[in-house]
């Protein structure tokens, strides 16, 4: 089983759709990671968090340390939007090292 | 101009040959790293360098030699290829050092075919 697990691996929404996509780990983490892969290969960093909460433009990225659960949040989605989402977390002892989710392939239609 | 830069974007080649990626970052970043990508999606780490330093390096076949001749810089040599290494190879860099790590950033991929 991975250590990281993602949910739901797809998801196909309606424009304007409120989206949450679910990332769930089962070690100790420093900080999570949401990654954003475009349709043609290339891969953003979305938001680096530890603890609470994070804001971008229609993008919100919450973590729970005691649950061991975090979720990203796009509000008012767009066609734009369609991307694979990936959720990678450093390991408490993995120094630099990145353990990465199976992604969420979203997909929003007009 | 572009943060992180791999060259080259494409690679097809044979089995049996000898091939390198080339990585830079102009960030200032102190942390670099090798991913591989799958046919199905999934991300790994395959090396890290801090400052020119190796700090990880995962069960990857010595047959991937990472060179990193400064801090910007971290390149790829694989020998010998085999169709199995066919993948995306991703190079990215973020600040800090060690345990000690921020945001990442990658650069836009390297597709290597193993024909």
């Known amino acids: 089983k991975n250590e990281v697990e993602q949910s739901p691996q797809n998801l196909t929404a309606q424009e304007g759709e409120f989206i949450t996509i679910n990332c769930s780990y089962s070690v100790g983490i420093s900080a999570l990671h949401w990654l954003q892969q475009h349709p043609g290969g290339g891969i953003v960093s979305l938001f680096m968090?530890?603890?609470g909460k994070k804001k971008h433009g229609r993008l919100i990225a919450t973590i729970n340390i005691q649950e061991k659960h975090s979720s990203l949040h796009i509000t008012a989605s767009h066609p734009r939007d369609s991307a694979v989402y990936i959720c990678a977390v450093r390991l408490l002892r993995g120094g630099s090292r990145l353990t990465f989710g199976e992604g969420t392939q979203l997909t929003v239609n007009p | 101009d572009t943060a992180v830069s791999q060259t080259p974007k494409y690679l097809v080649t044979q089995m049996g040959n000898d091939k390198s990626i080339k990585c830079e970052q102009n960030?200032?970043?102190?942390?670099m790293y090798w991913y591989k990508q799958d046919s199905k999606k999934f991300l790994k780490i395959m090396f890290s360098?801090?400052?020119?330093?190796?700090?990880i390096n995962e069960t990857v076949p010595n047959r991937f030699s990472p060179k990193s001749p400064d801090k910007a810089h971290l390149n790829l040599h694989i020998n010998s290829l085999e169709l199995g290494d066919s993948a995306v190879y991703f190079c990215?860099?973020?600040?800090?050092?060690?345990?000690?790590?921020?945001?990442?950033?990658f650069g836009e991929g390297s597709r290597l075919t193993v024909l």
């Open positions: 960030l200032g970043h102190d942390t």
């Open positions: 968090l530890s603890s």
């Open positions: 990215a860099s973020s600040p800090g050092g060690g345990g000690v790590t921020g945001e990442l950033f």
């Open positions: 360098y801090n400052n020119k330093e190796l700090i």
